[in-house]
């Protein structure tokens, strides 16, 4: 009897461990969302140009879905060399290939490049910041054609969450006037991913 009220107790404090995982989740999301769509809203810090801001239609996202908050691998990749990064004006930018995340998506495993700006590392505030910039089957439909992004900050261990819930557009898929990074080639995805920013 004892065994049975262990296991019991047990698998319902699983249950409650799980169901705050996802509130917080959620709640991280909602606040990721509403931090984006302030930022686009308030006049001080806005990116958008005095044009655009006369058909901008607001910023968009697909429900929250918990299978697209995944548990990677990531993979250091020391010694690459720096290169310069296509943006959407032209530009070139200088990035460094840090890290690969490996994770499973609908029982398929999907390989994505981190990378880390060689410019914003001179800043110490940046100085742990990445970001996967990526297409996906969703790109160019649903989602601004120039790809999306997502921020990561260096993890402590050889496993990073990512939340593709939390996929941004850049900012020209709203405005001109930017220079943004264009996910190279082998970051695209050949399935949709139905999560964060959508138009």
Do not use: W
């Not at 296991?7 to 409650?16: D, E, G, H, N």
């Not at 931090?35 to 697909?62: C, D, M, R, V």
């Not at 918990?66 to 296509?86: D, G, H």
């Not at 997502?150 to 709203?174: E, G, M, R, T, V």
């Amino acid at each position: 009897m004892k065994e049975f009220l262990f296991t019991v107790s047990f698998l319902f404090s699983v249950c409650i461990s799980f169901a705050q995982t996802d509130t917080a989740l959620v709640n991280d999301t909602k606040r990721f969302q509403s931090e984006l769509i302030s930022e686009y809203q308030n006049p001080n810090s806005s990116p958008l140009s005095a044009k655009a801001k006369k058909t901008f239609k607001g910023i968009h996202f697909y429900s929250f879905d918990e299978k697209y908050v995944l548990n990677a691998r990531f993979i250091r990749t020391p010694n690459e060399r720096s290169f310069q990064m296509s943006t959407s004006s032209g530009m070139r930018k200088t990035y460094v290939k840090y890290a690969e995340v490996i994770f499973t998506l609908d029982e398929k495993e999907y390989k994505l490049n981190v990378y880390q700006s060689q410019d914003l590392l001179q800043s110490a505030e940046y100085k742990d910041y990445l970001f996967i910039p990526f297409t996906d089957a969703t790109s160019g439909n649903e989602t601004y054609e120039g790809g999306r992004y997502i921020d990561l900050n260096i993890p402590q261990s050889d496993h990073i969450l990512i939340n593709f819930n939390k996929a941004y557009h850049p900012y020209c898929a709203y405005t001109d006037g930017y220079n943004c990074p264009i996910p190279p080639a082998e970051n695209t995805l050949p399935v949709k991913v139905e999560a964060g920013v959508r138009f």
